[in-house]
């Protein structure tokens, strides 16, 4: 019946400064496949702080817990960048709330040629908390893809990750070829969406040059926000 707490905290010179902290049911964690969690992150909070609802940072973490006879874990190191759509893990003492995104694509334009012809079935999927969502594939004409589609995303408030992700994609018979990716802040997108009516714009895409593969072509088209 124990607790694990971990504390992220800041160096001063005559008193340290809590950041924030996570704490685990070590029983919780025990029930795990393995006994183990790699790899995950987890929301911080600062009970300490003026709003105790507020998120104040993530840290990833790897941990195991071993009983009498169990098999040893190995804590390994990440391989490679985080999935898409990546689940953290929110502080069971933070009362959360609930709001839903709603997200129309009305159409794209100016997108690459990427079939034989000379045209492209262009559709947008999305990764979030787990799951994956995505619109009907929509074949460009003059220039146009007419995709008319509304994706609905369920938002946990306060926001465990800021990061939104939504990639287009060319749709074939046999497989499926990355365009280019849209990075969003989730707290822009709810509070610029609040508004009567919501907000409508253009949004521009970015990702690995056309014609090539490779590890960082992976890394250009999964963290837009940092190249393009």
């Not at 964690?29 to 300490?48: D, G, R, S, T, V």
């Not at 709330?97 to 999305?126: N, S, V, Y």
């Not at 908390?129 to 509304?150: L, S």
Request: with cysteine; glycine share 8%; charged share 25%.
């Amino acid at each position: 019946m124990e607790t694990i707490s971990i504390k992220v905290m800041n160096k001063g010179i005559f008193r340290d400064e809590m950041i924030g902290m996570y704490e685990f049911d070590m029983t919780t964690l025990y029930f795990k496949p393995k006994h183990a969690l790699q790899h995950q992150w987890i929301a911080l909070f600062n009970p300490e702080g003026e709003d105790f609802s507020e998120i104040t940072g993530n840290l990833k973490i790897s941990i195991a817990v071993q009983g009498p006879g169990d098999e040893q874990v190995q804590l390994n190191d990440q391989t490679g960048p985080d999935s898409i759509g990546e689940v953290v893990l929110m502080p069971a003492q933070i009362k959360k709330e609930f709001k839903q995104l709603k997200i129309r694509f009305i159409q794209g334009e100016k997108l690459p040629k990427m079939d034989m012809f000379g045209t492209i079935d262009a559709f947008i999927q999305c990764k979030f908390n787990g799951k994956e969502m995505r619109t009907p594939a929509a074949t460009a004409k003059n220039d146009v893809a007419a995709i008319e589609h509304e994706i609905w995303l369920p938002i946990q408030w306060p926001l465990a990750s800021d990061r939104l992700l939504l990639q287009l994609y060319d749709e074939d018979k046999m497989s499926k070829e990355i365009v280019g990716s849209m990075y969003f802040s989730l707290k822009s997108l709810l509070e610029e969406g609040s508004v009567p009516g919501g907000k409508y714009f253009w949004q521009n895409m970015y990702g690995s040059p056309m014609g090539y593969s490779g590890t960082v072509c992976d890394l250009m088209n999964d963290q837009p926000e940092l190249g393009s």
